[in-house]
């Protein structure tokens, strides 16, 4: 099923239809097993994360299998679909979770929690493992919160540890072979390297305190020995609604072996695999061909630290300048700035530029392995400003281990100095304040976590110190987010019983702030026999721990040895040279640091500059925008538009300065959810292209129900689509219930008698987030008629773009309450332009 015309009730219908290129549907009958990949947040977020469209082509690259996606559903939508009691359904076929074989979760971070039960329930699946029968699907996790899965486990049918895309269709496969018969499959899963599977180990506790499990077992993580050898998509799955990136994303390297003793991503991606800087251009050319992005993002735990970056960006910025494509290093470390890394930053991003001093003293960074000097912290800030960046961002953690006072007053002295550097009157410094969450599988996994006093106690020293320095902004991360996070990242399974009982009391989207419910969750904590203190308290570094089941390769004394050398503020430096400290990792065989396929500088070449006729000619694009396509909002339509016919290769002309725009416009917004079959758009270009070869090649990169129907190079004298003028005619469908109500009025020929008879006919626009308008219809509406059972509106369009809503018209003739919707379909059939 697909949920239609109801999505217009909730905010961003977007979200839960169709709207993006790359989306495989695969015939369900013929599929051997079906796999429905979830994103525990909301479908902005879930596509810009690298890992799920990996996992997405990998399975439905394989004969026989099939993989759908599901995104966790905004509040609004939770209610409409609890309201009308339908399920929650993967994008691709429209089917409920609990008719697939196998639901995967990828489990980003532990806030994501009560998300997965809000999923699972929408979806028709028992939330318990326990409670799940024959006939319901397998339940597998996976991602970094699965390094400890046992706060989740009781969700669980199986977590798999490590680089999922190594073992996934291993695990599908195994689970086809099997049979339908759960336990036959659960024993297939559990036959498989990287898979944990908690119902068959039982954890014990003495005196309140984890104590191991029943039987002792070691699940060992899987890992991709070699990024070369894993291509992703070749056709990306491209969003056709605004999400967090709009750009191509390309991993260029996995892993950091810099040693950072608080993050844990450095420990759990050991050791560094570098794609070769050939296959890096390789899959920016081919991503950038299928997609119409003009952005890409370089993606790495540390892109600076990437072997011949500077000769990688020269080489991209060398052959893709000229189509206006941007590279965005999204990650950089201040000691991986030099000179000539920041000249070519500079030539393809001029957004902020963020440091991560983490700590505000050299002895603190020496805690934490975070080996860089104030002298490069401070040389860098001043490169950044000289290069001309305005802004500045710089990340702290607070409640570090060993942090004393005198290491928060050198934060505030290291940003003092650091805005000091910022030329005279203008720059930006923000600064960022997150809390310190000790994680499994690092050095700092036995530490104690500062509590909510603590942490809010040191918020409010920086708020007194910083928040009225001139051009410094003070940012701070909530406490009881962080508390939370703390919580579950070192738990163990009694923690599923807060988590289920939050979900229970109506905890959802627990990252975000504003969503927190955090009195709901004191009382899941304490009905579940937990207490923050004793939650974030230290562990017994010769005690068990819950992630005992899980070997992510370190060898055992190794995060010790780390953890002593911490306490001594002693380096120990990365291994990516060769320099190995014996972590266990690698095997230096199959697993190994991989580095060093780096290009060359390419010979100096002048970047191109497109020649551009003056004044360029402009071309009439005549589209259509019916179906799912009706749900984009009209900047999205724009961008769905430029990105199609970059992709087909049209040459577009863009505004000049910082941020280049293409000389695109379209006519009047449609409302969000109205179709139609007459809209228009304009387009300056360098050089008139094949006109019915870039329709053909631009119609296959827009989503459903967005269409190109003509294109024609406009007579240079014709008028632009801004202002008004224009006259558009719309057939409306009225709803059952306006049917009623104008039945009750007399019929809908009585009511459009009665709308010619009146002067003025008084319309109410509804408009989002601003007040409602109050307009006389009969000054715009130049013919009204039923044609069987829809009506038809003609409407004048004033200069100022203003005119009546064909739905607000025929709320109005039905006298319908607020409310209630008067349209089953809108669409404009005819425009003048
Ligand atoms: S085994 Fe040695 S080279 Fe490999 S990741 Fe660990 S420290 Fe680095």
Known sequence: MRYGRALLEVEKPGRYEGLEAGAVVKDWGAARCRVALCFPDVYEI?????????????????????????????????????????????????????EFDLVGFTLPYELVATNVLAMLDLGGVPLLAADRGQGDPLVLGGGPVAANPEPLADFFDALFIGEAEEGLVEAVEAVAAAGPGRADRLDALAGIDGVYVPSRVRPRYRGGRFDGFDPAIRVRRRLVPDLDGARPPARPLVPFISTVHERLAVEIARGCTRG????????????????????????????????????????????????????????LMDEHAGDRVSVSLPSLRVDSLEPRLLEEVRRVRRTGFTVAPEAGTARLRAVINKNVSEEEILGAARRIFDAGWKAVKLYFMVGLPYETQDDRQGIVDLVRRVAAEMPAGRGRVTVSLSNFVPKAHTPFQWVRQIGLDEIREIQGFFRERLQRVKRVELKWHDARLSALEGVIARGDRRVGAAVLAAYRLGCRMDSWTSELRWDAWQEALAGAGLDLAGALAARDPDGPLPWDGVDVGLDPGFLRREWERAGAGAATADCRDGNCHGCGLCDFDRVRPRTGQPLAYPPPSPPPVPDEPDPPPRLRLRFSKVGPASLLAHLETVAALHRALRAAGVPIVYSRGFHPQPRMTLGPALPLGTESLAEVGDVKVREVPPLAEIQRRANQHLPEGLRIEAVWVLPPDTKGLTGGGTREEYRVTPTPEADRAA???????????????????????????????????????????????DLVVRVRRRDDGTTVGPEDLVHALAGLPDGVRAAARVVKERSDR
């Open 46 to 98: 879930g596509m810009s994360h690298l890992g799920l469209p990996i996992l997405y082509a990998a399975v439905n690259g394989r004969d026989g299998l099939l993989a759908e996606r599901a995104y966790a559903p905004w509040h609004d939508m939770e209610a409409l679909l609890r309201a009308r009691g339908w399920p929650l359904v993967t994008r691709e076929s429209g089917r409920a979770l609990r």
């Open 260 to 315: 950072c003793r608080f993050c844990q991503a450095g420990y759990l991606y050991r050791p560094v695999r570098e794609r070769a800087g050939r296959a890096v251009c390789d899959l920016v050319r081919d991503g950038l061909g299928a997609t119409g992005f003009d952005e890409v993002g370089l993606l790495s735990l540390s892109t600076g630290d990437y072997t011949g970056i500077g000769p990688l960006l020269v080489s």
């Open 743 to 789: 039945a009750g009025a007399g019929g809908w020929d009585a009511r459009v008698a009665s709308f010619w008879a009146a002067a003025p006919f008084q319309v109410v626009k509804r408009r989002k987030h601003k007040k409602d308008r109050v307009l006389d219809a009969r000054e715009f509406v130049e013919g009204l008629w039923r044609d069987g059972a």
